[in-house]
């Protein structure tokens, strides 16, 4: 199980000291990229995220919430073994802009709104290296699970195992210390938290509170 906690809760005027705080205990750092358009929010793009990227060493996971991934993918400045996803609600040619997170040397991923069927990335499957089920409208921290995510997640596992791939389940959204334990176990791979993690008076402690129930059997 791999944990990515998301900076969208964190204190933006002490980002690179809350992601310096998470750091040795993260798998990823969750950057939740939005422009205003595909989502009614904005955040930052590749100037703040790249202004952080050598101040910290764990990878990152940088998730495009935003109308054109295939004009800005490639302005983020990655190292091998980072994640960049994008949302195919928001292009026309998916293939196309998994070749442009390819060649900058991330691992591509497509994400799915809660109400985005699994059908619209079938295709693709065997091209992405993981696939972003959102368990929230995209768009804030702080939402509540969706409970009809675990579902998704066990028919995308099983769509995984029958094609023989190797693509990793993010599950992001509404994620806490009370269902994390029933995500794993669906099936997910990768599991965001903003609200439980940075929301939190003791960012550490819960990321390790977090690690050991989404472990526990
Ligand atoms: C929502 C973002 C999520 C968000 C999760 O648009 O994609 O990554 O940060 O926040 P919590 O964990 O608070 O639901
Ligand atoms: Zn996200």
Do not use: C
């Not at 790249?50 to 983020?76: E, G, K």
């Not at 997170?101 to 985005?116: E, M, S």
């Not at 669906?186 to 402690?205: C, H, M, N, T």
């Amino acid at each position: 199980m791999k944990l990515a906690p998301s900076l969208l809760a964190a204190d933006f005027g002490r980002l690179l000291e809350q992601a310096q705080a998470v750091a040795d205990l993260s798998d990823y750092l969750h950057w939740d990229v939005m422009d205003g358009h595909f989502v009614p929010n904005l955040t930052f793009g590749p100037v703040v995220v790249n202004a952080l990227r050598d101040r910290v060493s764990v990878p990152f996971d940088i998730h495009l919430m935003i109308t054109d991934p295939q004009q800005y993918a490639p302005q983020f400045r990655v190292r091998s073994g980072d994640l960049i996803s994008f949302h195919v609600e928001a292009v026309s040619d998916p293939i196309a802009v998994i070749e442009t997170i390819h060649k900058t040397g991330a691992r591509a991923g497509i994400a799915l709104r809660p109400k985005t069927s699994l059908r619209a990335v079938e295709q693709f499957l065997d091209q992405l290296d993981f696939l972003l089920i959102m368990s929230v409208e995209p768009g804030f921290a702080g939402q509540s699970f969706i409970a009809e995510t675990l579902e998704k997640i066990r028919h995308a596992k099983e769509l995984i195992q029958r094609k023989n791939l190797r693509v990793e389940i993010e599950v992001d959204g509404g994620v806490n210390a009370q269902n994390i334990r029933e995500i794993a176990r669906a099936g997910a791979d990768i599991l965001v938290a903003a609200s439980a993690v940075f929301g939190q008076k003791d960012p550490r402690a819960a990321l390790a509170q977090l690690r050991a129930l989404a472990t526990s059997s």
